[in-house]
């Protein structure tokens, strides 16, 4: 039962370079999400999906898009990279959009350093 | 969401039962409390929640004061596979569309280490 799957684990881009970043969730979740972590903080949501075919902007959105390409899939594309964006990006999944006792279940990260 | 506040640091003895508290002082009638936990280079891991009944599952125990002011995480025997930042997470319900929805607001944590 993998849960959620990022891709890649790990990245190194020079600054101006684009990429995406995969998650994809085996649990027919409703909502996914993107965050990232920086060191020594907690983390800090960039965008969301409450449900298949919507997307909306977290707290830090600025230099990111995304795209929910199906229920089990959400990714995040970086198009011109900084290396203010290096950081440890964590996609998540829960179930039931809206409802607040629901659980959200996280991937091991995307390890990203921009030069 | 309201605010929580938890030691930096704990640590325990293998085998023995780990209590980890979190004030959450200003929290209100319809905000849960979360617990979770980040072991190094992982993602974060749920481990509990609850909105005023003690709660207990396969991996802890949350026990809520009477007036929801305060928690404590109970890990029964911890293993040193317990060693990890864990945190206390208060969050009420937001409709889809706010910017706060979704969003855990994860603080520094307690990071518990657990000695053999």
Same mark, same amino acid.
């Given at each position: 039962n993998a849960g959620v799957t990022q891709t890649p684990k790990f990245q190194v881009l020079k600054t101006g370079q684009s990429m995406t970043l995969q998650c994809a969730q085996?649990?027919? /979740?409703n909502s996914m999400y993107w965050y990232r972590q920086d060191p020594g903080m907690g983390l800090r949501l960039i965008y969301y999906s409450a449900s298949e075919g919507t997307t909306d902007k977290g707290e830090v959105p600025n230099g990111y898009n995304v795209s +929910?390409?199906?229920? +089990?899939e959400f990714s995040l594309r970086l198009e011109s990279a900084a290396p203010s964006q290096t950081s440890v990006y964590f996609c998540a999944s829960s179930d039931m959009p809206g409802q607040i006792n629901q659980p959200q279940h996280f991937g091991d990260g995307t390890r990203l350093s921009i030069l | 969401d309201a605010k929580t506040t938890q030691p930096p640091s704990m640590d325990c003895a293998e085998g023995r039962a780990a209590n980890l508290p979190c004030n /959450?002082?200003?929290?209100?009638?319809n905000e849960y409390v979360y617990w979770y936990r980040q072991i190094h280079s992982q993602g974060p891991q749920y481990i509990i929640h609850g909105l005023k009944n003690n709660e207990t599952n396969e991996m802890a125990s949350l026990i809520i004061t009477e007036d929801r002011k305060s928690s404590t995480l109970i890990l029964p025997h911890a293993t040193l596979r317990d060693t990890a930042v864990y945190y206390c997470i208060v969050r009420a319900f937001t409709n889809a569309g706010g910017t706060s929805y979704g969003k855990l607001t994860f603080g520094q944590g307690t990071i518990l280490t657990v000695h053999p």
């Amino acid at each position: 039962n993998a849960g959620v799957t990022q891709t890649p684990k790990f990245q190194v881009l020079k600054t101006g370079q684009s990429m995406t970043l995969q998650c994809a969730q085996d649990m027919n /979740h409703n909502s996914m999400y993107w965050y990232r972590q920086d060191p020594g903080m907690g983390l800090r949501l960039i965008y969301y999906s409450a449900s298949e075919g919507t997307t909306d902007k977290g707290e830090v959105p600025n230099g990111y898009n995304v795209s +929910r390409l199906n229920k +089990r899939e959400f990714s995040l594309r970086l198009e011109s990279a900084a290396p203010s964006q290096t950081s440890v990006y964590f996609c998540a999944s829960s179930d039931m959009p809206g409802q607040i006792n629901q659980p959200q279940h996280f991937g091991d990260g995307t390890r990203l350093s921009i030069l | 969401d309201a605010k929580t506040t938890q030691p930096p640091s704990m640590d325990c003895a293998e085998g023995r039962a780990a209590n980890l508290p979190c004030n /959450h002082s200003t929290i209100s009638g319809n905000e849960y409390v979360y617990w979770y936990r980040q072991i190094h280079s992982q993602g974060p891991q749920y481990i509990i929640h609850g909105l005023k009944n003690n709660e207990t599952n396969e991996m802890a125990s949350l026990i809520i004061t009477e007036d929801r002011k305060s928690s404590t995480l109970i890990l029964p025997h911890a293993t040193l596979r317990d060693t990890a930042v864990y945190y206390c997470i208060v969050r009420a319900f937001t409709n889809a569309g706010g910017t706060s929805y979704g969003k855990l607001t994860f603080g520094q944590g307690t990071i518990l280490t657990v000695h053999p």
